[in-house]
């Protein structure tokens, strides 16, 4: 099973088939690929972008595009020390004719502040970078998520957009 790691933490794409899993049950896909059944806490809003990704964009599109399923998928990012889920990650397609390949994120609420969505935003922008295509990772986040913007800043993105309170950050390679 295909996986990058940090010092704290592991990310995990999922394949069509996972997501199929993960969709019926998160703890039967935990268990499926040796992990410690997780009790995440999320917020409802980030339920409803879940839920609409399965049957929108990550089902479909891992299906249609298996060889570039990574750029499609939700990617778990698990802590290694308790080999437990703490949110998920994961691009929004693949890279545009710029070079720009857009990533989204989502940290368990009993995880956060711990700078896990940092070092998660951090190696999943530096594996994107390992292709000579992506010239530049895109983030967007609502202006009044000051816990993300945070987040973004420490990862050395900049402010390139403000379009009705929805932001756009962008890290060049």
Known sequence: MFS????????????????????????????????????????????????????SFWLPNTLAFPDKHLWYTGWEIVLKSTNTVIGGMGFAGYPNDLGEAEIGYMIDANQQNKGFATEALQLLSQWAFTHEFVKAIIVHT????????????????????????LLTYKLNR
């Open 4 to 55: 990058i790691q940090s010092q704290r933490l592991q990310m995990i794409p999922l394949t069509h088939e996972q997501l199929l899993l993960l969709k019926q049950d998160r703890k039967l896909l935990e268990l499926s690929i040796g992990l410690t059944p997780s009790a995440m806490l999320i917020d409802p809003l980030y339920i409803k972008e879940i839920e609409d990704a399965f049957d």
């Open 142 to 165: 609502y202006a009044d998520n000051l816990p993300s913007r945070r987040i973004l800043d420490k990862c050395g993105f900049t402010l390139r957009g403000d379009e009705a309170g």
